[in-house]
């Protein structure tokens, strides 16, 4: 494994982040896919073993249990200060916007909540999960610096923005003298680089953190079109939404990564995420079996030429942006979309 600084934060992070979206109650969220604690354990634990220190999840992910069981795993196979471990919050819900809580008590909650979960006094980074557009800015960047200055994250993330978003944030946050955004965690993969537009750029320029998710486009960059696939690509309607549209035209950019595979005698998980792995941080990489994690560690050894970078980009066309990043706008936010975190729902 290698390692390498997170933005402009202290933190020495893997080049691969475990996703742990897939880890938690099956009973008690949106997927049926994910797996329960026993399995969830015997992942991440690889994932230490194979050098991973980078842990990302949520506290919408199936009601808080993946952080119930990231928290119990990573107490028992590794010492905290060796670990990294990023957790998410969501908007206010129209219920709490009614009943006159503010950005700053919400986030408050939003951590005490999630500490809680994890079974412990302070998460690595904070990430504002995605825009709150009934909520000001400065209510959100104001809450987040205090969950800072009280000791409970280290840095903070913001998800599902654009460019302009984290740019307006930041400039407010060096105004007001708040703790600034170090990374950003966007839709970014081979088949879906609508990214690289503005926020590659932007973030270049301010060394901000890429840290991706989807960086395996759930699954689609791992096999050829056809073949068999996990218990989520059967069920998960979210990622079809967010590709099949444009499936013949990603289909040719699949089939070059398969050749080159072929040709370096590795998997397509580790073509596809060499590639990524030249333009990001750290991606995000869900793993429910024990090989995801296995090939994603593999990836950060294989060195591509820029001639087979090239290969893999020349067919790409523009996306329209898909899932939350379409709802990403004053229209849509009030559209009631409903998240799970067991004690309460989180609109989103």
């Given at each position: 494994?290698?390692?390498?600084?997170?933005?402009?934060?202290?933190?020495?992070?893997?080049?691969?982040?475990?996703?742990?979206?897939?880890?938690?109650?099956?009973?008690?969220?949106?997927?049926?896919?994910?797996?329960?604690?026993?399995?969830?354990?015997?992942?991440?634990?690889?994932?230490?073993?194979?050098?991973?220190?980078?842990?990302?999840?949520?506290?919408?992910?199936?009601?808080?249990?993946?952080?119930?069981?990231?928290?119990?795993?990573?107490?028992?196979?590794?010492?905290?200060?060796?670990?990294?471990?990023?957790?998410?919050?969501?908007?206010?819900?129209?219920?709490?916007?009614?009943?006159?809580?503010?950005?700053?008590?919400?986030?408050?909650?939003?951590?005490?909540?999630?500490?809680?979960?994890?079974?412990?006094?302070?998460?690595?980074?904070?990430?504002?999960?995605?825009?709150?557009?009934?909520?000001?800015?400065?209510?959100?960047?104001?809450?987040?610096?205090?969950?800072?200055?009280?000791?409970?994250?280290?840095?903070?993330?913001?998800?599902?923005?654009?460019?302009?978003?984290?740019?307006?944030?930041?400039?407010?946050?060096?105004?007001?003298?708040?703790?600034?955004?170090?990374?950003?965690?966007?839709?970014y993969n081979l088949i879906f680089r609508e990214e690289e537009r503005e926020m590659?750029?932007?973030?270049?320029?301010?060394?901000?953190?890429?840290?991706?998710?989807?960086?395996?486009?759930?699954?689609?960059?791992?096999?050829?079109?056809?073949?068999?696939?996990?218990?989520?690509?059967?069920e998960d309607a979210y990622a079809k939404f967010k590709y099949d549209a444009t499936?013949?035209?990603?289909?040719?950019?699949?089939?070059?990564?398969?050749?080159?595979?072929?040709?370096?005698?590795?998997?397509?998980?580790?073509?596809?995420?060499?590639?990524?792995?030249?333009?990001?941080?750290?991606?995000?990489?869900?793993?429910?079996?024990?090989?995801?994690?296995?090939?994603?560690?593999?990836?950060?050894?294989?060195?591509?030429?820029?001639?087979?970078?090239?290969?893999?980009?020349?067919?790409?066309?523009?996306?329209?942006?898909?899932?939350?990043?379409?709802?990403?706008?004053?229209?849509?936010?009030?559209?009631?979309?409903?998240?799970?975190?067991?004690?309460?729902?989180?609109?989103?």
């Open positions: 494994m290698k390692y390498t600084k997170l933005g402009n934060s202290d933190l020495q992070v893997s080049r691969i982040c475990m996703g742990c979206m897939g880890f938690g109650d099956s009973g008690r969220g949106q997927h049926s896919w994910t797996l329960d604690e026993e399995h969830s354990r015997e992942i991440i634990k690889r994932g230490l073993e194979l050098g991973v220190n980078f842990y990302d999840t949520a506290i919408a992910y199936q009601s808080g249990t993946s952080e119930q069981y990231v928290g119990r795993a990573l107490r028992d196979f590794a010492k905290r200060d060796e670990v990294v471990v990023a957790t998410k919050f969501l908007p206010r819900t129209p219920e709490e916007i009614e009943q006159g809580i503010s950005g700053q008590q919400h986030i408050e909650n939003m951590i005490n909540t999630s500490l809680k979960n994890l079974g412990m006094d302070c998460v690595d980074l904070y990430i504002y999960h995605m825009w709150d557009w009934q909520t000001p800015i400065e209510d959100i960047m104001d809450g987040l610096n205090r969950v800072v200055k009280a000791g409970k994250a280290r840095y903070i993330g913001i998800s599902n923005c654009f460019a302009w978003q984290i740019a307006k944030a930041n400039a407010l946050a060096e105004r007001e003298g708040f703790a600034k955004f170090v990374s950003v965690q966007g839709h590659v750029p932007y973030c270049s320029e301010e060394n901000i953190a890429l840290t991706p998710y989807s960086a395996l486009a759930s699954g689609r960059l791992s096999r050829l079109p056809g073949e068999g696939g996990t218990k989520r690509a059967e499936a013949e035209q990603d289909n040719v950019i699949i089939g070059r990564v398969a050749e080159l595979a072929q040709k370096h005698g590795v998997t397509m998980t580790e073509v596809s995420l060499a590639w990524l792995l030249t333009k990001v941080t750290s991606p995000v990489v869900g793993a429910t079996k024990m090989h995801h994690i296995e090939g994603a560690a593999k990836a950060v050894e294989l060195a591509l030429t820029p001639e087979e970078i090239l290969y893999l980009e020349e067919p790409y066309v523009p996306h329209p942006l898909a899932g939350v990043m379409a709802q990403n706008k004053p229209a849509a936010a009030k559209e009631k979309h409903v998240w799970s975190t067991g004690d309460q729902k989180i609109g989103k």
